[in-house]
Each structure stands twice: as structure tokens, then as C-alpha cells.
T-cell receptor, first 113, second 112 residues
Framework: EPEVTQTPSHQVTQMGQEVILRCVPISNHLYFYWYRQILGQKVEFLVSFYNNEISEKSEIFDDQFSVERPDGSNFTLKIRSTKLEDSAMYFC???????????FGPGTRLTVT | QKEVEQDPGPLSVPEGAIVSLNCTYSNSAFQYFMWYRQYSRKGPELLMYTYSSGNKEDGRFTAQVDKSSKYISLFIRDSQPSDSATYLCATSFSGGYNKLIFGAGTRLAVHP
């Protein structure tokens, strides 16, 4: 069964460093998303991506964040200068054109020290 | 008012019990309703997906949407210890890019 994959599973970085989180969405999906979940809190929407551009972003997704689909399979989230409060699980999700069944990856746990 | 409200629990039941999990939402324009299961430090796993009102059944799981009262439910029959997880309800608008709006999640423990 196709699934969303994410790497790395855990990333530790120092405050101010850049990180890139990687995702491989399900191959025939067209819409891509990043969500995050701070420990003990709700899953929160960050950004959606369709047709090679950002379609919607939340207030959390400020200038420090960017997304890219560099090739036909990968989807990345970059945080330019990490802050302590960026520590969270980051989930990638994807879906087909029709409906809204979003399938999530296993997540990347980001720890900023 | 929060967009999606969900009692965080924890909810503890004996094996074999019927479990009822619930959420309320505030925006009557929401059209898609989902239930996800999340094990500790793992990604949300899509369990049930409903468009608009009504019931949907899949094995031991039944999802219900009552749009008149803005209430969504997930029932688990013959619960098993392997059902122990956090259950997240989520909703979204129809059209647009359909970001999901999640509830806080209800932690369920099924004990043998």
C-alpha cells in the first residue's frame, strides 16, 4: 500500500541553524501539506502546496519557512533560522485531486537546542 | 470559540466495550469530517472519512456526522487493547485547498 515517507525521523539542531525536512508524498497525489504538532498540543496546519506553488499558509508559516518540490517526488520544508519554539513533530500529508482524504507521513521530530 | 472541540480524556475501557468518541465544531460550512488514529510519536492514520452528514461503517468502526447539531462521533465496537491510541477528529471546508482543522485528540486506553 502506498504511503507518505519522511526523513529524517529525528533531527537535532542548534538555534539559528537551517534545517530541511524531506517528504516523499504518495506518487499520484497532487496536493501536499505540512502540519506540525508541538508536544501535547493539537496538530496545526502550516502550508498547502499545489501545482508548484503555495496555495494557503497559516500565520505560523512566516518568512523563516519555505517549501519546495525540487523534483517529481520530493517535497521539502525548510526552516532558515530555527528557534527553540520550532521544536515539534512535523508531518507531511498528501491527497488526490478529488475529496479531502489526506494521508500523513510518520513525521520528523525536530529538536532545537 | 474553538473551531473544533474534543474532550482530551483519557478514556479507559475494558476490552470488548463499545467506545464513543465525540467532537463538536463551530462552523456550519465544514463539509469534510475525518477521524485519525495516532499512536505515541507517530503520524496520524486516517480511519474514517465522511463528506457531509450521515453514517459510515468500516468493520468495527462507525462514524456519524450530525450537521444540525455540529456533532461528529466515532464508535468502536468490541474494542481491543490494540485500539489504545489518541483519536483525532478533523474537519475542513469543501473546495479550496482544504486544510484540516484538528481537535485536541482523545486518549483511549483499552485494558485486557
Amino acid at each position: 500500500e502506498p504511503e507518505v515517507t519522511q526523513t529524517p525521523s529525528h533531527q537535532v539542531t542548534q538555534m539559528g541553524q537551517e534545517v530541511i525536512l524531506r517528504c516523499v508524498p504518495i506518487s499520484n497525489h497532487l496536493y501536499f501539506y505540512w502540519y506540525r504538532q508541538i508536544l501535547g498540543q493539537k496538530v496545526e496546519f502550516l502550508v498547502s502546496f499545489y501545482n508548484n506553488e503555495i496555495s494557503e499558509k497559516s500565520e505560523i508559516f512566516d518568512d523563516q519557512f519555505s517549501v519546495e518540490r525540487p523534483d517529481g517526488s520530493n517535497f521539502t520544508l525548510k526552516i532558515r533560522s530555527t528557534k527553540l519554539e520550532d521544536s515539534a513533530m512535523y508531518f507531511c500529508a498528501s491527497r488526490l485531486r478529488q475529496g479531502n482524504e489526506q494521508y500523513f507521513g510518520p513525521g520528523t521530530r525536530l529538536t532545537v537546542t | 470559540q474553538k473551531e473544533v472541540e474534543q474532550d482530551p480524556g483519557p478514556l479507559s475501557v475494558p476490552e470488548g466495550a463499545i467506545v464513543s468518541l465525540n467532537c463538536t465544531y463551530s462552523n456550519s460550512a465544514f463539509q469534510y469530517f475525518m477521524w485519525y488514529r495516532q499512536y505515541s510519536r507517530k503520524g496520524p492514520e486516517l480511519l474514517m472519512y465522511t463528506y457531509s452528514s450521515g453514517n459510515k461503517e468500516d468493520g468495527r468502526f462507525t462514524a456519524q456526522v450530525d450537521k444540525s447539531s455540529k456533532y461528529i462521533s466515532l464508535f468502536i465496537r468490541d474494542s481491543q487493547p490494540s485500539d489504545s491510541a489518541t483519536y483525532l477528529c478533523a474537519t475542513s471546508f469543501s473546495g479550496g485547498y482544504n486544510k484540516l482543522i484538528f481537535g485536541a485528540g482523545t486518549r483511549l486506553a483499552v485494558h485486557p
